[in-house]
């Protein structure tokens, strides 16, 4: 019974395990160079961050080229966010104070993450808020949806109630530092207080 | 726009003999603050309730300076904040309820008008028993983190 059986079911075994091995050997391959590639560009380096357009406080179109040359304190929000918003962007003042002469290498950046109520004006008149120097940016739905995939950002509004502005944003609280050529450089914990936040970004700074 | 520690600490040593209170019959509100906002935006209040007297419950907040007042909650999980509405809020004889930043807060919705610095405005809070406490705010800058000197004006019991 066996003897009659087995020949024929190894024989169409064997093209299954020829065709698993050149799998299983390309497979490897693929993951050997993305580790390649991702350990060579520095980890997550290559995958927090990227090209970016939206919108500066009067309307104007800001990029990520606009800050070249300078690092860049990124940190997503929204301004109809009454407590932990202000309190992070506080400390982000808070740190450019006490980094002294190398704040003037450092744009701390709020973007939002609710572009249906922060438009332009609002999101410029929230920044000034804390500070000269936080710059305050929106854009449209798409653009913000851009920008956010780019940086790993979680957004979603959750109803809380029947009105218009009825409604919080989750999102990700994330605080990110990225160098003069618009390259991660690491996260900042957003919990920190100024002081704190401040001795992470002077060390990470070159 | 910052406040020097020096400037800190000091104002925190004066603090205490500084604070004055809202008093219901049990229930005492202390350190009440908010962040300067604009007319038409949201604002926040942080706050303390003490109750002296039996177990209480807060169940309702209300301003003249807002179309809306309701208890929220922020907190962070899996690296997202969030914030949500919170019904109403138990409190324990001798057990302070602390409304701070990054954790329970009054947000305002709404402002009929803005908070400056410097301002003070009344909010009201219902209790189930004792009904309402009315506690005036001071308004700090827009991003300050804690009370300062003079927070929480005197309030009246209606």
Known sequence: ?206 | MKLPLSGLLSSMLVLAPAIATAQGDGIQIENAWSRAAMQGRIGVVYLTIVDHGAADRLTGISSPVAEKAELHESFSEGGVSKMRPVASLAVDKDKPVVLAPGGYHIMLMDLKRPLNQGDAFPVTLSFANTGQVTVQVAVQRPGAAMPMHGSGMPGTKH
């Open chain 1, 1 to 206: 019974m066996s003897a009659s059986t087995q020949p024929p079911s190894q024989s169409s075994r064997r093209p299954a395990l020829i065709y698993g091995s050149i799998g299983l050997v390309l497979a490897l391959l693929i993951l050997g160079t993305g580790a390649f590639v991702w350990l060579t560009q520095g980890g997550t380096a290559a995958l927090v961050g990227g090209p970016f357009t939206l919108q500066g406080g009067n309307g104007q179109q800001v990029t990520d080229r606009t800050f070249r040359g300078k690092y860049m304190l990124v940190y997503f929000g929204y301004t109809f966010c009454p407590d932990v918003c202000p309190t992070t962007l506080n400390e982000v003042a808070d740190a450019m104070d006490k980094l002294g002469p190398k704040a003037d290498r450092v744009q701390p950046i709020f973007i939002s993450v609710d572009p249906k109520r922060d438009t332009p004006e609002v999101v410029k008149q929230y920044a000034a808020a804390f500070g000269s120097r936080l710059i305050g940016l929106t854009g449209t739905a798409e653009q913000i949806a851009a920008v956010a995939k780019e940086y790993r950002v979680y957004y979603a509004e959750r109803r809380t109630g029947p009105g218009p502005n009825d409604y919080s944003m989750d999102h990700s609280s994330v605080l990110y530092l990225m160098d003069p050529d618009g390259k991660f450089v690491a996260p900042i914990r957003p919990d920190e207080n100024g002081t704190e936040m401040a001795a992470d970004i002077s060390r990470l700074m070159s």
